[in-house]
T-cell receptor
Framework: GENVEQHPSTLSVQEGDSAVIKCTYS??????FPWYKQELGKRPQLIID?????GEKKDQRIAVTLNKTAKHFSLHITETQPEDSAVYFC??????????FGAGTRLFVKA | NAGVTQTPKFHILKIGQSMTLQCTQD?????MYWYRQDPGMGLKLIYY???????DKGEVPNGYNVSRSTTEDFPLRLELAAPSQTSVYFC????????????FGQGTRLTVV
């Protein structure tokens, strides 16, 4: 079945540096790739998403890239700030009603 | 709008007991979902619903049941609780299927002892 692998599981960066989280998916029919941010003790919230007809999408300090041939997509956060510290989940879906989530990356931004 | 509201936030259940996790949304979303989140794992879909009266199994439905009598409410029932059901449970809703944003509740941390 569909599988999404996410790396790294933990990432620690200095404030102001960039952070990159990578995900690979197994089902080539996947066409929607959201990223959710979950702060400690809070609910997951969508921060950015990308569809398969687009190779890159940017929203201020965050960007997502998609390589359909290699079946991987990445989240890029530039100029990291302490409030970026959270767990980030990538996900993939082929449509329908099933979204497959990665295991999550815990990002620490050190001031 | 309150969004998606779950109750309770925390609960301790004894093995073999049953309970219902409540979920309600006020965004008039047709689609609702129940996920469980285990440490170091992604969210796993338990059940979903595409509208009142319609429910279907997700990836990990065993030990759970749901109902959807109204658009707003989507309760999750645990029968004969087992330690393996210790987890954080999230309810979510959306305007469409898996290709649209999911709006999550604040979660229910359930411990089965």
């Amino acid at each position: 079945g569909e599988n999404v692998e996410q790396h790294p599981s933990t990432l620690s960066v200095q404030e102001g540096d960039s952070a990159v989280i990578k995900c690979t998916y197994s089902d080539s029919a996947s066409n929607y790739f959201p990223w959710y941010k979950q702060e400690l003790g809070k609910r997951p919230q969508l921060i950015i998403d990308i569809r398969s007809n687009v190779g890159e999408k940017k929203d201020q300090r965050i960007a997502v890239t998609l390589n359909k041939t290699a079946k991987h997509f990445s989240l890029h956060i530039t100029e990291t700030q302490p409030e970026d510290s959270a767990v980030y989940f990538c996900a993939a879906s082929t449509g329908g009603f099933k979204t497959i989530f990665g295991a999550g990356t815990r990002l620490f931004v050190k001031a | 709008n309150a969004g998606v509201t779950q109750t309770p936030k925390f609960h301790i259940l004894k093995i073999g007991q049953s309970m219902t996790l409540q979920c309600t949304q006020d965004m008039n979303h047709n689609y609702m979902y129940w996920y469980r989140q285990d440490p170091g794992m992604g969210l796993k879909l338990i059940y979903y619903s595409v509208g009142a009266g319609i429910t279907d199994k997700g990836e990990v439905p065993n030990g759970y049941n749901v109902s959807r009598s109204t658009t707003e409410d989507f309760p999750l029932r645990l029968e004969l609780a087992a330690p393996s059901q210790t987890s954080v449970y999230f309810c979510a809703s959306g305007t469409g299927g898996a290709n649209t944003e999911a709006f999550f509740g604040q979660g229910t941390r359930l411990t089965v002892v």
